[in-house]
């Protein structure tokens, strides 16, 4: 770790919104390693947590470092965790500062922003969270962070090393909290006490190449995978459950790279990708797909992202409601809606919750976020925390 480098970066004891900004003035595209790390590890050390850094993968999806950091209460309390990611997309272009350069805009009676990016996803999650434990004293229980490099990318080298991590340590939280960006109009308006499941499925359909004046010589693949996407579109997989929307089968993409107008082509290809709920899994749909594929003389290659989960709402999301109803006022609406997140895989850990800022601005240029929902939301974490620790 560079001194010199990141005692430029941050002081630990800075308010939330200083700590937001020495994240950000760390560029950290996905997969990120080095100096967003050495920030975190100046930010969390003099709070007395023990940190643990490491890298895991190789190119061309790594190295990816990822950050575990743990204080310890007193034997026999409760352990609560937060887990969030540290990596960002690729800012592009027009933005209007750099993005990668913090920048406040406005002023405290119009609605101070901050800009640059990761500030809502997620880098000011993180940052209200490290600040909201300054707050909670050490003799109310353990508290630890699970952070990854590896969240916005493939996700293979990231949170899933995290947790082989945990589990050859024996630590295992009572409860997480990932700090994704879920507040829609105003922050507290929404958590996530689930998400659904992805996959991903390649086809593919061998033909035999012909001349297109003389078809009874050939065999068309475009043909047999048309009709294959056209049932595979018209299955409805199911209405939905008392938590969880519909799932869908999208196609994602056809090819067959034909230059020729007057021939008949080899082969042929698609992608489908499935967002489904808790009635299904990926294996049962994958099967599915590939039971219809070989009929058509097709072939499939599934790549299963995350399996659907539910946290039922009960005592962990009334602890998250309370909280965010005593600062805000709100009543927030408890939904699984969405894509996926790192919680599809730290819910086998212990029971997930995710609350976070509001995701109007993430993956956009000029990405930006409130410095007031900023100091909202490391009071909302330290009233979880708290509440989370105390839990029976």
Same mark, same amino acid.
């Given at each position: ?119 809502v996803d997620m ?23 699970i952070i990854t ?82 049932? &595979?579109? =018209? !299955? $409805?997989?199911?209405? @939905?459950? /008392? ?9 994602? #993409? ?66 998250? &409601?309370? =909280? !965010? $109803?005593?600062?805000? @006022?709100? /009543? ?9 997140? #790192? ?46 620790l105390a839990a029976?």
């Amino acid at each position: 770790m560079s001194e010199l480098v990141t005692s430029r970066l941050v002081d630990p004891a800075a308010d939330v919104a200083g700590l937001t900004e020495a994240l950000i003035a760390c560029p950290s595209v996905t997969p990120a390693t080095g100096m967003v790390f050495d920030c975190l590890e100046q930010m969390l050390a003099p709070m007395g947590f023990a940190v643990h850094r490491f890298q895991a993968g190789e190119a061309p999806d790594g190295p990816v470092e990822n950050l575990f950091a743990i204080r310890r209460g007193p034997a026999g309390t409760r352990h609560f965790a937060y887990a969030g990611h540290v990596d960002v997309v690729p800012p592009g272009e027009g933005w209007t500062s750099g993005p990668f350069a913090p920048t406040r805009r406005g002023t405290p009676e119009t609605g101070e922003l901050l800009y640059g990016r990761g500030a809502v996803d997620m880098k000011g999650s993180v940052a209200a969270f490290i600040a909201a434990l300054r707050d909670v004293p050490q003799e109310a229980g353990t508290v630890s962070l699970i952070i990854t490099g590896d969240e916005e990318g493939v996700a293979t080298h990231g949170t899933l090393a995290l947790i082989d991590h945990m589990n050859a340590a024996h630590i295992r939280p009572d409860l997480i909290l990932v700090g994704e960006p879920t507040s829609v109009h105003r922050l507290g308006d929404m958590i996530k006490v689930g998400r659904r499941g992805s996959v991903n499925m390649w086809i593919e359909v061998e033909g035999t190449q012909g001349h297109v004046a003389y078809p009874h010589l050939a065999d068309n693949p475009i043909t047999r995978l048309v009709a294959l996407l056209a049932e &595979l579109k =018209a !299955i $409805k997989l199911d209405e @939905g459950t /008392d938590w969880f929307q519909p799932s869908n089968l999208e196609v994602t #993409d056809i090819a067959c790279g034909n230059k020729a107008t007057n021939v008949i082509p080899q082969k042929a290809s698609a992608r489908i990708s499935i967002r489904f709920n808790d009635l299904h899994t990926g294996q049962s749909l994958s099967d599915l797909v590939t039971a219809i594929a070989e009929r058509h003389g097709a072939s499939v290659r599934p790549v299963i992202s995350g399996e659907a989960f539910l946290t039922p709402p009960g005592a962990f999301s009334d602890l998250v &409601l309370a =909280a !965010i $109803k005593a600062e805000t @006022g709100l /009543d927030a609406e408890v939904s699984t809606s969405g894509g996926t997140s #790192d919680a599809r895989f730290l819910k086998n850990l212990a029971p997930v919750i995710e609350f976070g800022l509001c995701n109007a601005t993430m993956h956009k240029k000029d990405e930006a976020v409130a410095i007031a929902d900023l100091e909202a939301l490391q009071r909302i974490f330290t009233r979880i925390t708290l509440a989370g620790l105390a839990a029976i």
